[in-house]
Nanobody
Framework: AMQLEESGGESVQEGGSLRLSCVAS???????MGWFRQAPGKEREGVAF???????TYSDFAKGRFTISRDNAEKRLYLRMSTLKPEDTAMYYC?????????????????????WGQGTLVTVSS
């Protein structure tokens, strides 16, 4: 199974920016990839996903503030986050769809995850 490792999470002030990175153990070019998050005591939330074609889908809270991107040659997925808010505090996970599987919505992404990593913690203080 593919292994994923996230990095880049840290504590920042409200309004700050971060770039999360995820490195995969295998070739990712043909796979849907995305990010989800989970705050303590809350349900998992889809953040964004990116298709093999480069098409991007964002949750409403991420639109205009977060940018997902991928570097297939480096087997990396990124999430650039700006204008961070305290409610963005969560563990952020990189995830991939099962081979040959795609998503048409954030909900579908969350319900059909393949592999995901251990997460990287983002803490935003006011």
């Amino acid at each position: 199974a593919m292994q994923l490792e996230e990095s880049g999470g840290e504590s920042v002030q409200e309004g700050g920016s971060l770039r999360l990175s995820c490195v995969a153990s295998e070739y990712i070019a043909g796979r849907y990839m995305g990010w989800f998050r989970q705050a303590p005591g809350k349900e998992r939330e889809g953040v964004a996903f990116i298709a093999p074609s480069g098409g991007r889908t964002y949750s409403d809270f991420a639109k205009g503030r977060f940018t997902i991107s991928r570097d297939n040659a480096e087997k990396r997925l990124y999430l650039r986050m700006s204008t961070l808010k305290p409610e963005d505090t969560a563990m952020y996970y990189c995830a991939t769809a099962p081979p040959g599987r795609g998503f048409s919505s954030i909900r579908m992404f969350l319900e059909n995850l393949g592999e995901w990593g251990q997460g990287t913690l983002v803490t935003v203080s006011s």
